[in-house]
């Protein structure tokens, strides 16, 4: 089964594809990279270019999930919350129109599946993606981190799901 955890972001949305070769074996590294908008567009155009290049990681990766973080919402951030909102619609509609099943989690509940610690700091999630796949060097930027986390824990749940 094929993982494509997406992180949201209006500037960078970063990505991370992980394979889970049986329901007992570890994820492992597809890819992971970020999507670059410009932020001198207006918001319309970059969410088009955000579903015009995620459709096109859709397409040459081919997943089987999509995985995206599930609003958090604070009332001192209540704008970032709403356009993160946006980016979080765009996601969904390029899994919906690629057929994809979407799983979201709480950011958590990611980082507790790949740190033991659900207040796990951006350093701490880089350092345990890493370690975890067995990469010379942590996923940079957080956001490419973020992601695989986010596949990561799609993962080890379809496996808790499947094993039970």
């Known amino acids: 089964m094929r993982y494509l955890g997406i992180d949201p972001g209006l500037r960078l949305t970063g990505y991370g594809c992980v ?7 570890e994820p492992v ?3 992971g990279g970020v999507l670059r908008l410009n932020p001198k567009d207006s918001l319309p155009n970059r969410l088009a270019d955000l579903d015009r290049d995620l459709s096109a ?6 997943p089987d999930r999509l995985v995206v973080e599930q609003v958090f919402s ?12 946006h980016a ?19 950011a958590t509940e990611v980082k507790r599946a790949v740190t033991g610690h659900g207040h796990a700091t951006k350093a701490q999630v880089q350092a345990s993606v890493a ?9 940079d ?4 981190a973020d992601a695989i986390a986010l596949a990561i824990c799609a993962a080890r749940r379809n496996v808790e799901l499947t094993s039970s």
């Open 131 to 139: 370690s975890q796949l067995g990469l010379q060097q942590v996923p």
């Open 141 to 144: 930027p957080p956001d490419v």
């Open 88 to 106: 979080r619609g765009v996601i969904l509609l390029a899994g919906g129109r690629h057929g994809l099943p979407v799983d979201e989690f709480a």
């Open 57 to 62: 990681v859709i397409d040459e990766l081919k």
């Open 74 to 85: 604070h009332v001192h951030r209540a704008r970032t919350a709403i356009l993160m909102g």
């Open 19 to 25: 394979d889970l070769m049986d329901h007992l074996g």
């Open 29 to 31: 590294l597809v890819e």
